[in-house]
């Protein structure tokens, strides 16, 4: 693909730290998180910021981890606002300084978008193993609304909670939230792991659709989105609308991606302190790698909806056949779709406890793995 056909990023998500209070067992952060370490520093962000407004950037995502662990997060924030980005920080509302959220708006934070697991709190200890979640996070919520921000709840659907879809809907419309994300969990990293103790059944995802389709029906006022999971599905989700097309991440070391998880493949990703964002979005080999066509299988490349999915997501392609190339195993033409039938059909029959996301456990995967 020519830089002529390149189009700029539109939404940078900065990664500002891997640390977090919280161990949910469905995190996206790779296994071996405790390999990152806090690399950049406030004037490395800085130059991310610039360099990827001037090729015309917009949105601003900021993330973890947990982003409000990261001492300069105001001056990162004013920064991002004095560019003219609309910034939305993505956050448990856990393990902040007291007046946090009143420094980030002052300093032109837009959005809130804020994890909250379930309405019941033994639930949402069970899925955070932190005992003051609940409680943190509520009134967190609280000073949000209180502080004229717009708040968009995501809950994160599992086994253990998504027989309360109704009891969290009504409690999000409590909080006056704006937004309610029901995210059916992709499964890579922590959520792939723990598939067999976090996948829920057909029939539980059908009710919880309809509960989620009943209020939609009856009540105007809060917007609820449902995001359908990819193991019960036929065909692949666009990924990121496109590899390389639209989404730019930034890990805390410094290691671009084209998308959040796009480090477990086998390619090697380039770094903005070694490079410019010009660069590496449009020179590098990883990002052009998948732009296009070429790279596809036969499969995929003959497909009259390759415009529309572009063969599927690759991390999970290459999660589930060891081939980043093959076509997405959730679409029912892949020669390895069964893989995906196998995995549900021994998940929905286990009884597996989660494995939190902690230092711990990913210093036990790093040592069990040798080769990463």
């Known amino acids: 693909m020519s830089n002529n056909e390149i189009k700029p990023p539109l939404w940078l998500l900065l990664e500002l730290t891997h640390k977090c209070p919280l161990e ?57 606002s004095d560019l003219k980005f609309y910034t939305n920080l993505i956050t448990s509302g856990v393990g902040g300084e007291v007046g946090i959220l009143k420094k980030l708006k002052d300093a032109g934070l837009k959005t809130v978008q804020l994890g909250i697991q379930s309405h019941d709190e033994n639930t949402m200890t069970l899925i955070t193993n932190n005992k003051t979640a609940y409680r943190d996070k509520i009134a967190f919520a609280k000073e949000v609304k209180a502080l004229g921000l717009q708040l968009i709840v995501n809950t994160c659907i599992t086994r253990q909670n998504i027989h309360q879809i109704g009891e969290i809907i009504e409690f999000c419309d409590a909080l006056d939230a704006n937004y ?76 671009a991606l084209p998308c959040n998880t796009a480090n477990t493949l086998p390619l090697d990703f380039p770094n903005v302190k070694d490079h410019s964002i010009e660069y590496i979005w449009e020179e590098s080999e990883s990002f052009n790698y998948f732009r296009g ?73 790093i040592k069990s793995n040798p080769s990463l």
């Open 180 to 255: 309610l994300e029901i995210a059916n969990i992709q499964y890579y990293g922590w959520a792939l792991e723990n598939v067999d103790a976090v996948l829920p059944t057909k029939e539980q995802l059908d009710k919880a659709m309809e509960v989620t389709n009943h209020y939609r029906e009856e009540r105007k006022d809060m917007k609820v989105f449902f995001v359908v999971p990819d193991y019960y599905a036929t065909r692949p989700k666009a990924c990121m609308n496109g590899w390389g097309s639209t989404f730019l991440t930034i890990n805390p070391d410094g290691v």
């Open 24 to 80: 949910c067992a469905y995190c996206y952060n790779q296994l071996d998180f405790a390999n990152t370490k806090d690399f950049m520093t406030k004037e490395d962000w800085f130059r991310v910021l610039e360099e990827s407004r001037e090729m015309g950037a917009v949105q601003l995502g900021i993330s973890g981890g947990e982003p409000l662990l990261n001492k300069d997060i105001v001056e990162i924030v004013q920064k991002a």
């Open 293 to 365: 066509d070429k790279w596809m299988n036969p499969t995929c490349r003959t497909c009259p909806e390759k415009e529309k999915d572009f063969g599927g997501c690759r991390c999970q392609a290459f999660a589930l056949t060891k081939d980043m190339h093959e076509a997405d195993p959730v679409c029912d033409k892949s020669s390895y779709h069964g893989v995906v039938k196998k995995i549900v059909e021994t998940a929905i029959k286990s009884d597996k406890t989660p494995l939190y996301r902690n230092k711990q456990n990913s210093l036990h995967f």
